[in-house]
């Protein structure tokens, strides 16, 4: 699986868009971005995932640039309740072993 | 809710003991998959299953050791307990190879 890199930490004030980036230079044709969070000591919570069009679901949009090397997770209104680390993952889709390979991620702190 | 059920939710032990962790996948999902997560490691694949049979392996010790039942339900055995040892242990399931999986709110094991 492509390496994935993400900034240890951000802050995003309430209400506000939280923006969070990944670099996934190295990311193959048949590749899916994946993004999955964990709030404190909870299980990864899946967020979306995408290909190399635009996502969006009830949680999150993704914007996968055009030769998705990056994307972007957009929290549009962010809560403090979603304050968490985010996981960006790259991984081959739903045709061969699946394992998630998590980094660091992304302390994301919401403010009030 | 997940839907992934995993148990004891605490569990306390000694050094030199060995622990079963049972995870129950949603209802239909033939993959699980566990995941361990110290403090200085983040968190780790072990090993997955589906529909029960061994498919992946990552970091796994040789002192662990899992299975897969006819139920679709998963132990993971932890023997000749370390204190390193002590971590939150995931499991997680999804429908098949490669769907979005998940997770479980985990085991907490702490080795005294």
């Known amino acids: 699986d492509a390496k994935t890199t993400q900034p240890p930490s951000m802050d995003c004030a309430e209400g506000r868009a939280a923006n969070l980036p990944c670099n996934h230079s190295t990311i193959s044709g048949n590749e899916y971005v994946y993004w999955y969070r964990q709030i404190h000591s909870q299980g990864p919570q899946y967020i979306i995932h995408g290909l190399k069009n635009n996502e969006t679901n009830e949680m999150a949009s993704l914007i996968i640039t055009e030769d998705r090397k990056s994307s972007t997770l957009i929290l549009p209104h962010a809560t403090l309740r979603d304050t968490a680390v985010y996981y960006c993952?790259?991984?081959?889709?739903?045709?061969?072993?699946?394992?998630?390979?998590f980094g660091e991620g992304t302390q994301l702190t919401v403010n009030p | 809710d997940s839907g992934v059920t995993q148990t004891p939710k605490h569990l306390i032990t000694a050094t030199g003991q060995r622990v079963t962790l049972r995870c129950s996948p949603r209802?239909?999902?033939?993959?699980v998959y566990w995941y361990q997560q110290s403090l200085d490691q983040g968190l780790q694949f072990l090993i997955q299953y589906y529909n029960g049979e061994e498919r992946a392996k990552g970091n796994i010790l040789e002192r662990f050791s899992a299975q897969q039942f006819p139920d679709l339900h998963s132990e993971l055995n932890l023997s000749s307990l370390e204190l390193g040892d002590s971590a939150l242990y995931f499991c997680a399931s999804s429908p098949r190879q490669g769907a979005r999986a998940f997770f479980g709110q985990g085991t907490r094991l702490t080795v005294v």
């Open positions: 993952i790259v991984r081959v889709g739903e045709t061969s072993g699946s394992r998630l390979t």
């Open positions: 209802s239909g999902d033939l993959s």
